[in-house]
T-cell receptor, first 110, second 115 residues
Framework: DAKTTQPPSMDCAEGRAANLPCNHSTISGNEYVYWYRQIHSQGPQYIIHGLKNNETNEMASLIITEDRKSSTLILPHATLRDTAVYYCIAINNYGQNFVFGPGTRLSVLP | GAVVSQHPSWVICKSGTSVKIECRSLDFQATTMFWYRQFPKQSLMLMATSNEGSKATYEQGVEKDKFLINHASLTLSTLTVTSAHPEDSSFYIC???????????FGEGSWLTVV
């Protein structure tokens, strides 16, 4: 199963767009790219997921490269409440055998 | 969005007793549920995967007789920590897969402290 790599930490100014990268160079054709975030002492919150097309919802946008080897999660206008650990995970259609890496700790600064 | 609820949010129990944690999908049917534990400053570690009506599949190193998982319906899974010891103290999180796009949603987590 695909393993993802993310930078351990990032800073972003409040009100600016936060762009979080993820590499998944060994992703399989049937694996979706999922993004979750975890705020301290809470369960992970679902943000967005996609297969190959770009996706957008009320929380974020997901940009997946044409070769599907990497993706970027975009929070268009970061707020202090977006400070969290963000996880990028490759999950197949059966929800099998996916693992959480260490994620990216995003700090939104005032 | 879809909601997965865990209960209790936190529990303190005496060493040697058993504790049950419930995980419910509130507005969708979950064909598959997952249980994780998370230690401070670490990522989530998958403990087991359960499908409704069948036995759970445990990850290597997770004792199935100690962590009993029951997935009796499409909206409820339970994790029972039997004969709990202080080293079982952790943050336990469930997730459920279902809904229109078969998305995986997580519960709020349950803090277990064994004294």
């Amino acid at each position: 199963d695909a393993k993802t790599t993310q930078p351990p930490s990032m800073d972003c100014a409040e009100g600016r767009a936060a762009n979080l990268p993820c590499n998944h160079s060994t992703i399989s054709g049937n694996e979706y790219v999922y993004w979750y975030r975890q705020i301290h002492s809470q369960g992970p919150q679902y943000i967005i997921h996609g297969l190959k097309n770009n996706e957008t919802n009320e929380m974020a946008s997901l940009i997946i490269t044409e070769d599907r080897k990497s993706s970027t999660l975009i929070l268009p206008h970061a707020t202090l409440r977006d400070t969290a650990v963000y996880y990028c995970i490759a999950i197949n259609n059966y929800g099998q055998n996916f693992v959480f890496g260490p994620g990216t700790r995003l700090s939104v600064l005032p | 969005g879809a909601v997965v609820s865990q209960h209790p949010s936190w529990v303190i129990c005496k060493s040697g007793t058993s504790v049950k944690i419930e995980c419910r999908s509130l507005d969708f049917q979950a064909t598959t549920m997952f249980w994780y534990r998370q230690f401070p400053k670490q990522s989530l570690m998958l403990m087991a995967t359960s499908n409704e009506g069948s036995k759970a599949t445990y990850e290597q190193g997770v004792e199935k007789d100690k962590f009993l998982i029951n997935h009796a319906s499409l909206t409820l899974s339970t994790l029972t920590v039997t004969s709990a010891h202080p080293e079982d103290s952790s943050f336990y999180i469930c997730s459920a897969r279902g809904g229109g796009r078969n998305t995986i949603y997580f519960g709020e987590g349950s803090w277990l402290t064994v004294v």
